[in-house]
């Protein structure tokens, strides 16, 4: 079993910058696309972001396009969110997830372990 652990959220104004951090249990998460996914209250989870397992191709939810990075370091275990020029909408729980394959994209259905999340809180 995979465990991932994600850090880094907190409270933060309009226009600020958070940098997320998930960090992996076990090497073969490595070989594994991983992803990011928010819930805000009351709305279902979405898809924020994805990267291959070498880092090579990323792919991101049209709203956060040109503000966010993701990016990943496969010594370390771990995967990252750079969250630039925040917005009141962003604030929700962000959720980092390994992928069943190398490759991956939106689909939650294509991921197979979960974080517990870190909340994210942007004032307006």
């Known amino acids: 079993q995979v465990q991932l652990v994600e850090s880094g959220g907190g409270l933060v104004q309009a226009g600020g910058s958070l940098r997320l951090s998930c960090s992996t249990s076990?090497?073969?998460?490595?070989?594994?696309?991983m992803g990011w996914f928010r819930q805000a209250p009351g709305n279902e989870r979405e898809f924020v972001a994805a990267?291959?397992?070498?880092?090579?191709?990323?792919t991101y939810a049209d709203s956060v396009k040109g503000r966010f990075t993701i990016s990943r370091d496969r010594a370390m275990n771990t995967v990252y969110l750079q969250m630039n020029d925040l917005k009141s909408e962003d604030t929700a729980v962000y959720y980092c997830?390994?992928?069943?394959?190398?490759?991956?994209?939106?689909?939650?259905?294509?991921?197979?372990?979960w974080g517990r999340g870190t909340q994210v809180t942007v004032s307006s």
């Open positions: 997830a390994v992928a069943r394959g190398s490759y991956s994209g939106s689909s939650q259905d294509n991921y197979q372990y």
């Open positions: 076990r090497r073969t998460s490595s070989n594994n696309a």
């Open positions: 990267i291959s397992w070498n880092g090579g191709s990323t």
